[in-house]
């Protein structure tokens, strides 16, 4: 079982600032998914911004979504919440 999302934050160059209901957080760069499938529906940097923590994971307006077992492996041990 991998852990929640709890807060998801927007930056710069489609990077997302990610933390966990177990304390940890982390930095998704989303950069390189974007020309693929439907992640290109997220390429518009201001629908990319409407990011959304849904459920367990986050999810964009548009209907991307994305699997939490990802955003956990892509986000692991960049650091732990203060």
Same mark, same amino acid.
């Given at each position: ?13 489609? +990077?997302?600032?990610? *933390? ?8 998704? !760069?989303?950069?390189?998914? #974007? @020309? ?10 201001? +629908?990319?911004?409407? *990011? ?8 964009? !307006?548009?209907?991307?979504? #994305? @699997? ?15």
């Amino acid at each position: 079982m991998y852990p929640s999302v709890k807060e998801v934050v927007v930056g710069a160059d489609y +990077v997302l600032s990610i *933390v966990f209901d177990n304390g940890e957080h982390g930095v998704l !760069d989303m950069k390189d998914v #974007l @020309d693929f499938g439907v992640f290109q529906r997220i390429k518009d940097y201001e +629908v990319f911004k409407r *990011v959304r923590v849904a459920f367990d994971t986050i999810e964009w !307006d548009c209907g991307v979504d #994305l @699997d939490p077992e990802f955003v956990y492996a892509k986000c692991k041990g960049t650091g732990s919440a203060q």
